[in-house]
């Protein structure tokens, strides 16, 4: 696919938008991907249309929604590189290479976390709600909180947004939004109803 064809698809709305178009292993990226649970729509050029969706029905002011966006653009775009072997090798995770690639075009420490972040909840609700694993829960929790640290609530706003697509599980965006005390939940806001 052409940096033509993807930029008709994904709409850039910033020069960094259309920059990460210019990147070759990043349009590689884009067209990874196979329908799968958790993804039925396959490539992550459709899930980012898709998680855009979600940003867009957000009630967020427009620095709070480039944020969401430059992040939904790069946090699974490098799927297509990660190390799957077992044991998995956490510095060749996707969020890794993700984090990476923005950190040369943006100079932001914690918005780079939220990417390289960005699972984190899932991770975290796993440990407590399938290994029964609550100590480490509580830790790797404690230090996400940390590692995002005024980027709390955007980081909550992207992982509702990511968590709400497909057809993913979303017991532990549920968790997250009944036990983290210091988030404001927020619902979408699709045309007249609420979701």
């Not at 052409?2 to 590689?28: G, M, N, S, Y």
């Not at 890794?96 to 780079?112: H, I, K, W």
């Not at 979303?170 to 009944?178: G, V």
Request: net charge negative; proline share 5%; aromatic share 12%.
């Amino acid at each position: 696919m052409t940096i033509h064809e993807l930029t008709k698809l994904l709409q850039p709305e910033t020069p960094l938008e259309a920059r990460f178009l210019e990147d070759e292993e990043f349009r590689r990226g884009l067209l990874w991907g196979l329908p799968r649970y958790g993804h039925p729509e396959g490539t992550i050029w459709r899930h980012i249309i898709e998680v855009n969706e979600n940003i867009d029905a957000l009630p967020v002011d427009a620095a709070t929604r480039r944020k969401l966006r430059t992040v939904c653009w790069v946090h699974d775009t490098f799927k297509h590189v990660e190390d799957r072997g077992n044991p998995r090798d956490w510095s060749k995770h996707h969020s890794v290479y993700a984090r990476e690639f923005l950190s040369r075009y943006v100079n932001d420490p914690l918005l780079l976390n939220v990417v390289e972040l960005h699972d984190e909840a899932y991770y975290c609700w796993r440990l407590a709600h399938l290994f029964s694993n609550y100590a480490e829960c509580e830790r790797r929790m404690r230090r996400l909180r940390e590692r995002v640290g005024e980027y709390w609530q955007l980081y909550y706003l992207f992982f509702k947004c990511d968590t709400c697509t497909g057809d993913k599980n979303p017991a532990p965006l549920i968790w997250f939004e009944e036990h983290m005390e210091d988030i404001e939940v927020v619902e979408f806001e699709r045309g007249e109803a609420a979701i």
